[in-house]
């Protein structure tokens, strides 16, 4: 299945911890980069997830389609996709449906096979980073959490997805199993 990587976001930093009230941690560097290694098991180069004891979240996905329905719930926007603070924006695809599953994307430089146990829930930060409600709305759209299987390397622009396979229960942790998807 064709469709694009609209936005790659690479951030060493968590910007958005504590209370929405604390404000967002500034940073001067450059976070939203044209393309980014991906290393197995480990996440991708240079982000703040990078290398962590949390592999089934190393990488995190969202479709744009999500970002503009909630500008079209909320009545506001237009909202750089980047706030979400989801390292992958896509367009073309149902990011949420792959949920506890692997599947493989190609992103113009040979597939790279991934596995999503857990759906991305919304933060109150969202609210903040967005509109207010943006973190009820986004509840069940926020993208997904994964982690990357293979070593490899994604750009923005044209990619495929293929391979896609639901995760067999018995690999799912009761937690999960019993978790809304």
Not at 62 to 90: H, M
Request: proline residues 7%.
């Amino acid at each position: 299945m064709e469709f694009e990587i609209v936005t790659l976001l690479v951030s060493p930093l968590h910007r958005y911890e504590g209370r929405p009230s604390d404000g967002v941690a500034p940073y001067d560097g450059v976070e939203v980069v044209e393309s980014v290694r991906v290393r197995a098991h480990k996440g991708l180069v240079g982000d703040r997830y990078f290398g962590t004891k949390f592999t089934y979240a190393t990488a995190t996905l969202i479709a744009e389609e999500s970002i503009a329905w909630l500008e079209g719930e909320l009545g506001t926007g237009p909202f750089d996709p980047a706030l979400s603070r989801r390292n992958l924006v896509t367009r073309g695809i149902d990011v949420d449906a792959l949920a506890r599953t692997t599947f493989t994307i190609d992103g113009g430089h040979g597939p790279i096979r991934f596995r999503s146990l857990t759906p991305a829930n919304p933060c109150g930060w969202m609210n903040d980073a967005f509109a207010a409600g943006a973190h009820q709305a986004l509840r069940g759209r926020a993208g997904i959490r994964c982690e990357p299987l293979d070593d490899g390397e994604l750009s923005v622009g044209p990619a495929t997805l293929r391979n896609i396979a639901a995760i067999p229960p018995e690999e799912l942790t009761r937690r999960v199993r019993s978790a809304p998807v």
